[in-house]
């Protein structure tokens, strides 16, 4: 019986770290979908985007959906290939973190505007915290 006990234990412990691993391995391949994008993306003549920067504590969620709602306004340089530009946007779109219960009291449209280019940097920026902070509240997390 304490051998079944022990094997749960270190069958539940081993999901947990491969879950991590898997979590850490999509935020860094998003943060490299946003460096590419970085490299082919319309800077001159476009519209400027709200581009959050150091959100509230327990606003993360937030302030990672304003990113993904905003970069449909992202448009490609004349030289790149659209339909390659937006398969990397689509990436971008998918969901990344699940909802807070904590309410924000700012929303997307308080954040300053900016341009594609200073847009994507925060945004790799904000993925960046979320690989820091995700790591200490994922175990907490995968309990709920």
Request: include cysteine.
């Amino acid at each position: 019986m304490d051998r079944m006990i022990i094997f749960c234990m270190l069958l539940f412990s081993s999901s947990m770290v491969l879950t991590a691993t898997h979590q850490k391995l999509k935020y860094r391949q998003i943060i490299k979908t946003i460096e590419l994008l970085e490299a082919a993306v319309k800077n001159e003549d476009s519209e400027l985007l709200h581009t959050p920067e150091n959100p509230e504590d327990g606003c993360l969620f937030t302030a990672v959906t304003c990113f993904q709602n905003e970069t449909w306004k992202l448009q490609p340089k004349p030289s790149q290939e659209k339909s390659a530009f937006f398969q990397k946007v689509k990436i971008l779109r998918k969901p990344l973190l699940r909802g807070s219960n904590t309410p924000c009291r700012s929303s997307c449209q308080s954040y300053e505007k900016k341009g594609p280019k200073d847009f994507l940097t925060g945004f790799a920026k904000l993925m960046k915290q979320v690989i820091r902070d995700h790591s200490s509240w994922l175990f907490f997390d995968m309990l709920q």
